[in-house]
């Protein structure tokens, strides 16, 4: 069980499945390829959700893999210590996922054609969803209020670092062909145009029936009843309980736990740090 954060480079990670020794590898000599797409993430901006759609995209709808086979197998972390061994033993196009800054990524990544998928979201709802889900598993060290962990995350004190740095990190590939950036507030308010712009993105021609299946595969509600999906199938080392991980899924939601003071001194940070960037790359209010 996880009681700390592993460090590494200066940026906090969890403190199981995780070796400074795969971190390097990972960045060092993993060879990403051509036909590789990477679902690229900070920590809980809709990661699950955009892996689930590329892979009823791959299957054209079809469930059968995404009801036999996790999430983690799926679309395996190229920094865990299992999703390395993972990633290395798949043959052909490969779906990959990453919560690595863009200096860790891998640097094979640079040269190649493979194509890169970043979800942002709102940090305000990040920080109340991450807030949950770390008392929720044995992962990384535990805030002890909402309060705190706003305190850390300012600080940049969480798994995976700043979301500042890291979102200004990956921003800077927007221009890049094989870069597409998406927000998780553009996939909740019109997801079928979204995975419409992902399908176009991985030249996939998707027929209107095999969208639709897409769509309803992908909804909250069909991946919190899929224990594929839903992480209820994660080793109970993992989990504090033995229950979905999927909260709500929602927009917004960190209106109900930030004072105004709080979202004021938030947005001010956010302006401070933000502020060379255009505004449009953040489409939350």
């Known amino acids: 069980m996880a009681e700390d954060n592993l460090w590494y480079e200066g940026i906090p990670f969890p403190g199981i499945n995780f070796k400074p020794e795969i971190l390097r590898k990972a960045q060092e000599e993993f060879m990403i390829k051509d036909e590789d797409v990477i679902a690229v993430t900070y920590p809980k901006s809709g990661t699950h959700w955009l892996i689930e759609i590329l892979c009823l995209i791959q299957s054209k709808g079809d469930t059968k893999w995404v009801q036999s086979v996790p999430t983690w197998e799926r679309s395996p972390w190229i920094e865990t210590e299992s999703g390395f061994a993972s990633a290395n033993k798949k043959e052909g196009p490969r779906l990959l996922t990453s919560h690595l800054p863009i200096h860790l990524f891998p640097k094979s990544f640079f040269s190649s054609k493979a194509k890169v998928i970043y979800v942002i979201r709102n940090p305000k709802d990040i920080i109340v969803s991450g807030y949950f889900f770390l008392n929720s598993v044995n992962l990384a060290k535990k805030p002890k209020s909402m309060e705190q962990y706003l305190e850390w995350f300012l600080e940049g004190n969480v798994i995976y670092g700043s979301w500042f740095d890291h979102v200004r990190g990956w921003v800077s590939m927007r221009e890049r062909e094989n870069f597409l950036m998406l927000s998780y507030e553009e996939l909740k308010w019109d997801t079928e145009r979204t995975v419409e712009k992902i399908c176009q993105f991985l030249s996939k021609k998707v027929e209107p029936e095999e969208l639709s299946l897409v769509l309803k595969n992908s909804s909250f509600q069909a991946m919190r009843e899929n224990k594929m999906s839903n992480f209820s199938m994660a080793d ?31 947005d001010k940070l956010f302006q401070e740090k933000m502020a060379d960037l255009p505004q449009e790359l953040f489409p939350w209010e």
């Open 236 to 266: 109970e080392c993992y989990l504090v309980h033995k229950s979905p991980l999927m909260r709500k899924g929602v927009t917004g939601d960190w209106k109900n736990y930030f004072t105004v003071a709080q979202a004021e001194a938030f």
